[in-house]
């Protein structure tokens, strides 16, 4: 290959993994689909408990040297998360000597690192590219955060968040007394020094805008997505990264939520290509920003890879720089369902020497539409390789959300996993969002 990626052809590239592996963190889905478009496709996962995950599926690599002798310079390397403390390697410095080097690189820096991990500093970038910030407040310890809302109202809800460990299960928002007690379990399982943030609640309407970047801007449309998070039907359980969404493109979004203004400080800041994503609250007059996602999504990007024609093409072009507008399906969109077993969504690391949790559970069936986050395959079956029991997510696409999730329903029986959960009120939910937003000047064209 000379440098640069034609646009009139699809072209055979190697594609070089660096994983989490397993969680909402996997790329499996990403990694099988560029397989199956003809692609060379290694992997390296980081994370100890989660190495089995792709065994039988995808070839692996037992380090980022044993990656970078298969992939040479040729290789696009994709990294699938921001850094993470369980893993054996910095993505973001990795990532930044490669592209140094002269690599690609898609999705990993250390501005995504930062983006990411330093609340104070992605709130700052997002007042100056024009969003609005909820009433917010930050603390060296919990102690401190706890005294903080012993002064507040009792029916005042805010929202809790570290910088050190952000995940879903840590993330928790409710009143005061709630929080307070919630508080007291973070403090027993990860002490008193951790960093963090908390956030009033807000009134409006809850969306993620996502846009791919080129290295020099970001490419239109942008992308939308409605996502539930909590583990049951009726808003009940707890928060995981994510339980269902909906993803399409939508125009008028670029100026509206500051896109511009942000493609440029990427950048002016070297930014890698990959896709970028902000979260907001948006009422009838102002758009709260709430966090960045400079990563890939928990499963927006699952779900929503279903509206390109060829992944491999599109991301062998943005990683080169050589695609100005996204290829993103813009006459439909795509509708993704979680699906899991038990333990799940508790995330204890185990030993990754033992096989506890939900690992080892039989998957008989593996239909297309079925995104596969925490499989393997042993003796030519496939199986559950996550301990913590996410299996993988659903999508179908459409432009009717009740005939999309019940497509979504039915693949997920046809999976025949045992003790398989799901929510099975997703059309419901996502309908009231819909309804809700076109109050707010974003009308999504779908049915209802």
């Given at each position: 290959?000379?440098?640069?990626?034609?646009?009139?052809?699809?072209?055979?590239?190697?594609?070089?993994?660096?994983?989490?592996?397993?969680?909402?963190?996997?790329s499996l889905f990403m990694q099988l689909r560029l397989k199956d478009e003809g692609h060379d496709v290694r992997t390296l996962i980081t994370v100890p408990q989660f190495t089995k995950i792709g065994d039988g599926?995808?070839?692996?690599?037992?380090s980022i040297y044993e990656l970078k002798a298969w992939g040479g310079s040729n290789a696009i390397y994709v990294f699938d998360v921001t850094s993470l403390k369980e893993s054996s390697l910095d993505y973001g410095k990795t990532a930044d000597s490669l592209r140094k080097s002269g690599h690609k690189v898609l999705f990993g820096g250390t501005i995504c690192d930062k983006l990411e991990g330093d609340r104070g500093f992605g709130q700052d970038l997002a007042t100056e590219v024009g969003f609005d910030l909820p009433p917010s407040h930050s603390f060296k310890t919990i102690s401190e955060v706890q005294k903080f809302l012993l002064k507040q109202e009792e029916d005042a809800e805010w929202y809790f968040k570290t910088d050190d460990y952000i995940d879903a299960a840590t993330t928790y928002g409710g009143k005061v007394e709630n929080l307070l007690r919630h508080l007291d379990y973070v403090i027993d399982k990860d002490g008193d020094k951790l960093p963090n943030h908390i956030e009033s609640k807000v009134a409006g309407v809850p969306l993620s805008i996502a846009g791919f970047f080129n290295g020099k801007q970001f490419l239109q449309p942008l992308q939308i997505t409605i996502e539930h998070k909590k583990l049951l039907?009726?808003?009940?359980?707890?928060?995981?990264?994510?339980?269902?969404?909906?993803?399409?493109?939508?125009?008028?979004?670029?100026?509206?939520?500051?896109?511009?203004?942000?493609?440029?400080?990427?950048?002016?800041?070297?930014?890698?290509?990959?896709?970028?994503?902000?979260?907001?609250?948006?009422?009838?007059?102002?758009?709260?920003?709430?966090?960045?996602?400079?990563?890939?999504?928990?499963?927006?990007?699952?779900?929503?890879?279903h509206l390109f024609p060829n992944m491999g093409k599109f991301l062998g072009q943005l990683a080169h720089g050589e695609v100005d507008e996204s290829p993103v399906e813009t006459s439909e969109a795509a509708f993704g369902l979680r699906v899991w077993v038990p333990p799940y969504p508790w995330e204890h690391f185990p030993d990754h020497d033992k096989e506890e949790g939900a690992a080892g559970v039989p998957v008989l069936a593996t239909p297309d539409g079925f995104e596969a986050y925490g499989l393997a395959i042993k003796d030519e079956e496939p199986y559950i390789a996550d301990p913590f029991g996410l299996v993988g997510v659903t999508v179908a696409t459409g432009d009717n959300v009740k005939e999309m999730n019940a497509k979504c329903i039915k693949l997920a029986k046809s999976l025949q996993v045992p003790n398989l959960g799901y929510r099975t009120?997703?059309?419901?939910?996502?309908?009231?969002?819909?309804?809700?937003?076109?109050?707010?000047?974003?009308?999504?064209?779908y049915g209802v």
């Open positions: 290959m000379d440098g640069h990626l034609p646009t009139d052809a699809v072209v055979l590239m190697k594609f070089a993994f660096v994983s989490a592996g397993g969680g909402g963190a996997s599926y995808i070839k692996k690599a037992r039907n009726d808003e009940l359980g707890p928060s995981t990264g994510c339980s269902l969404d909906l993803v399409c493109a939508l125009d008028g979004m670029y100026d509206r939520m500051h896109f511009d203004k942000y493609g440029e400080w990427l950048a002016k800041n070297n930014a890698p290509p990959g896709i970028y994503d902000a979260n907001v609250i948006i009422d009838g007059e102002k758009t709260y920003f709430l966090e960045w996602t400079p990563r890939m999504g928990y499963d927006s990007e699952a779900t929503g890879f009120d997703a059309a419901e939910v996502v309908a009231k969002d819909i309804k809700e937003l076109a109050k707010v000047d974003v009308e999504i064209p």
